[in-house]
Each structure stands twice: as structure tokens, then as C-alpha cells.
């Protein structure tokens, strides 16, 4: 698709600067969570710690994704026009695969007061979510050999793992409201409604590409500030949640 793609010089500068401000936003939050690690008590730490790794992860991937963009294109006239390189957009699941097992890690760990409901959460949800993000990279290797019909297997397989995330995050996790401050369990329900819509983004952008939606230049730039933004919310937007509810807790127990 990127071969015949030809971007304005305003669809390039778009995605150049929503890169750029991704890594900016990614380093800040990674600094704010290990900076913040001091301010709750120690049992907290190891969260905030795995969303300091998290952020920290996602603002190396999209350097590399910025250089990725600026490598791909070259400017020729008033446009900017394919230049060779390949626009490496599977940094993106490279992220994924690194980034969201630890923060659901951190989730838990901020949640779960049993050692036994713990460590069982962590090893079905580490598990799920490196299996859905092997689906999800799998089925963008088959978009690109144009292979549509093991796309299509590929998303329907990987929304499996999706909705047994989801329904482990929200049947399991209940009972870990009852000993939560009335500000926590307020924090807790917000953050699994962001885990839920951040990351619902990502097989609906796969299925509008399944169904031939933005294949065009103006796509591929919604689309990846659409994945930018998604990815903020999801690694950036969830570890704030998770230091707000570790500071909320230490609040309560100081």
C-alpha cells in the first residue's frame, strides 16, 4: 500500500509532529512514574515501577517509528513521495508485546491482595495478551502479501484473546473493589473503561483495513495518529491511573 502512496507536505508534517509528540509524552510519564515511586508505600513500587519500563519502552519504539516516517518518505516538488525505505510500522507491535503485559502486571499488582489471585491473574493475562499481540502481528504480515482471507482468520483469532482479557480484567477483578478507598474504586472502574476503549482501537483500525477503509494516503496518516493516540492513552493514560490508585492506597493506609 505504501508504494503508491503519495503524502502533502501537510499529511507528512501531521505525522512527523504526532510521532514527535508521542515520544515526548511517553518520556515524560516514564520520569513521572519513577520519580513518583517515593510517594507510595513499598508494596506499590514494583507497579510503578513496571509502568516507569512501560512508558520508557513506548518512547524508544516511537523514535524509531519518527525515523522510520522521515526515512520513508523524501520530498519531491510540493509532496513527498515514497523514497524506498520501509515505513516500519511492526515497532509498533514489538511495543505492544513488551509494554502491555508489564502494565496489566502493574495493574494487577496494585489490585490484588492475594498472593494466589495474583500470581494466577499475571500468568492468564501475560499469557492472553502475548498471544493476541502474536495474532495481531501475524495478521499484518498477511495484509502485507494481500493474503484476505488469513487476515480475516487472524483478526477473528486474535479477538479472542481480546475478550478473555476483558472478561478477566472485569469478573476477576471485582472482588479487589471491596477493600479499595471510595477515590480508589472510583480510579480502578475509570482505568479498565480506558483499557477497554484504548485498546479497542486496535482491532477496529484492523478491520476498516480488512474492509479496504483508508487506503489512501489521508489513512495512513488518520490511521497512525489514531494508533498514537491510542497508545498514549493505553501505556501513558494507564500508568497514571495505576500511580493514582497506588498514591490513593497509601493515602488511605498511611
Not at 501531521?14 to 520519580?35: E, K, N, P, W
Request: charged share 10%.
Amino acid at each position: 500500500m505504501h508504494s503508491i502512496i503519495t503524502l502533502t507536505k501537510e499529511q507528512f508534517t501531521l505525522g512527523h509532529d504526532i510521532f514527535s509528540l508521542t515520544i515526548a509524552l511517553m518520556g515524560a510519564a516514564a520520569l513521572f512514574f519513577f520519580f513518583s515511586r517515593d510517594r507510595v508505600l513499598p508494596r506499590f513500587r514494583t507497579a510503578l515501577l513496571l509502568a516507569g519500563i512501560s512508558a520508557a519502552l513506548g518512547c524508544y519504539h516511537y523514535i524509531q517509528i519518527f525515523h522510520s516516517w522521515n526515512e520513508a518518505f523524501e520530498f519531491a516538488g510540493n509532496s513527498y513521495i515514497v523514497s524506498g525505505h520501509l515505513f516500519h510500522e511492526t515497532y509498533r507491535s514489538l511495543n505492544w508485546l513488551l509494554a502491555m503485559p508489564l502494565l496489566l502486571v502493574a495493574f494487577v499488582l496494585i489490585l490484588a491482595r492475594s498472593k494466589d489471585l495474583t500470581i494466577s491473574l499475571i500468568r492468564r493475562l501475560v499469557n492472553a495478551s502475548i498471544v493476541m499481540i502474536a495474532f495481531g502481528y501475524f495478521g499484518k504480515m498477511a495484509i502485507e502479501s494481500h493474503a484476505v482471507m488469513v487476515q480475516w482468520v487472524w483478526w477473528f483469532l486474535g479477538m479472542i484473546p481480546f475478550v478473555y482479557i476483558m472478561m478477566l480484567l472485569w469478573r476477576l477483578l471485582s472482588p479487589a473493589f471491596e477493600n479499595q478507598s471510595a477515590c480508589a474504586h472510583k480510579l480502578i472502574k475509570q482505568a479498565r473503561n480506558l483499557i477497554l476503549i484504548s485498546w479497542s482501537f486496535y482491532p477496529l483500525a484492523t478491520l476498516l483495513g480488512l474492509l479496504h477503509v483508508g487506503a489512501s494516503a489521508t489513512g495512513l496518516v488518520v490511521f497512525n495518529i489514531g494508533y498514537s493516540l491510542a497508545d498514549i492513552a493505553a501505556i501513558g493514560g494507564l500508568g497514571l491511573y495505576i500511580t493514582w490508585i497506588a498514591m490513593a492506597n497509601s493515602e488511605e493506609n498511611s
